[in-house]
């Protein structure tokens, strides 16, 4: 005997059962939509301040990805250089991903003002494409960016130039070694002090202009670094996959942020593995919520269950219905608490949520004190799947519980 | 065994079954022997607790037994499993509950064409099979309204549709009356009398109501979950918990169970300690 009962009429009576139990379902939604609502609030905090630092710790100063001769990044030696940085350069307007891309050295050196020094990091870039790739120029919080072809125009870290105890205009003497070993020294004069909020970065730089510094070191044409800017983080591997195609390994080395800052990198992981765990207690409660929410359904409606049962209603079809009436019920929750979620979203979008009061908390890590929440594919989807594992996990349950039901039991009770 | 014209439609021989409440043990049946021919109209009388329900609970395959045999239509009913039962009720017996027991999410006309619809039939007609059967019991006019818009005689009615919506060969009814007044009670015996009549359904009913006795074509009386048509109540047998209950050793899954259970009293225990204190 084949039942001719599908699927519709399951969905159907799942639909009515929810209905006439309004206050159960009442309670059941609204647990739903709280806990997906905080389960997508917290991917989106999460998310928007993981990228707000990817963004600032990359556009403070790494680049999306970096090109080096090979061996440089461990040596820091200038004999590592790249001599024909056109070679390169040329595939920068192949590729859409890229939207900016410079030319750097980068050397250490000392940094003296009327006799105090310290030792510095100096970097040599083209004030017009550094532009492009980061926000240097922008976190110039005394003086200007460098100009194009003033070859003498020096800027300093915040830290460097308060060490130095060095103000706008004053002479500083920069000393490093040019590629043949050879010690030189030049004078440059400050002209703005930069603040990346990086105490690593502001610490150490000195950054003067490419052209002068390629005349300065007798390095020609030659730069240490090229960096790339990416359109979003999430180019970055396709960009270096295309590269490492494109440039022999014997002779470059090519390296996403990742690489360039371990630490940064860690701390990023740390916080994504953080991030999942609170996730994974969010949907633990949701499950234990809506497990006994629907446990006291199946006590609740043991009768007539039994009924069913007693009157040929198969097991399997007891366990179908009320499967599908917590998924049901887990979904328009899960729906209506991720549109609810998707709402407070767009509404902190942009105005974000402002930490100012707690700023000191945020100056390491590229952090900023406004966070801008948002929700990536990735954790909407991560969501999305767990919700459904969670709506399986509450449903299978019960189910499986209700086919095993004493039909006599179950009939007899008053 | 396959069914013949002249094999009883229900053959129980030696049936005896114990409800266990904790380490309680409460006999129900007492070896219990008894035969329907088709077409019967039987009533099952007695006190509560004296195992009218468990009796039809055990033909209808709602509930197992410790011991003996029970065949319905020369099926041997106690060695099919949990969906082999059900298929077999859906086929071949209706119920009809006390406490009418419709599905409350369905009107009347969806609670009586459910079942044509799990036997197979499709959902026009299963419906169409529904408004005849409630035309039959004579609430035709009443197919939309919902269980909770319907009083207590006209659920029985609807109950009554829905166990011969299948056209089954059995009904078991336990106490079909006893939630109804004594008018709307008779009108549902003389419904099921009739339809006996016109159908040759077999009527098993369990009730202690006199009415229902009286519509009886054979009645059997049970005290204690013994039959005691041939005894009076002095010179039956007593009752040896050893033979009807066994000892027998629970199991941790069991016990633990048990220690977990929500306490909420059935019908069973209420009666049995109604029966026990009387």
Redesign the interface.
Known sequence: ?????GIL?YVA?AV??L??NRRRTTITLLTMMFGIATLTLLSALNDGWLSQMKTNFILSFTGHLQIHAKGFEASQNLRDNIADPDAISRYMDTYPEIIGWTQRIRTSGLASVSGSSTGVQIMATDPEQETWVTSMDQNVKTGVWLRPGMNKDLLLGKTVAQNLGAKLSDRVILMTQRPSGEMISEVYYLRGIIETGAPQIDRTLALISLDGAQQWLQMQQAVTDIVIRADHHDQTDTLYRLFVQQLSEQVYEIMPWQELDPMVRQWLEFSDAYGLIILFVVILLVLTEILNTMLISL?ERQ??LG??????????RIFLMLLFEAVLLIFVGAVLGYLIALLVVMLLADGGIDLTDYANAFEFFYMDPVIHPQLTRDSALKILLATLVAALLAGIYPAWKATRLS???A???? | MPEDNRSPIIHIRDLHKCYWVGSMPYPALNGIDLELQNGEFVVLAGRSGSGK?TLL?IV?G??SADRGEARVLGEDILKMG??QR??F???NIG?V?QAY??????SARENVA??C???????QE?LEIANHWLHEVEIGHLGYRRPDQLSGGQQQRVAVA?ALA?EPKIILADEPTANLDSTTGRHLIELMQRLNQSLGTTFLISSHDPDVKQAASRLIKLSDGFIVNSWDEETKPPVSLAVTCPIRNRSFGERLRHFFK?R???????KQRTSRHS
Do not use: C, W
């Open positions: 005997m084949v039942s001719r009962l009429t009576l009515r059962n209905i006439r006590h009768k007539e009924v069913m049962i007693a009157i040929g209603t198969q097991p399997h039909v006599s039991q009939l007899r009770i008053q | 329900s609970n209808g709602l509930e949990n969906s059900s298929g009720r859906l086929a119920f509950f027991n419709l599905i409350r999410v369905l459910y079942v619809q799990l036997q197979g039939k499709s959902k299963s829905r299948t929500p909420r009293r059935t019908d069973q225990q209420t």
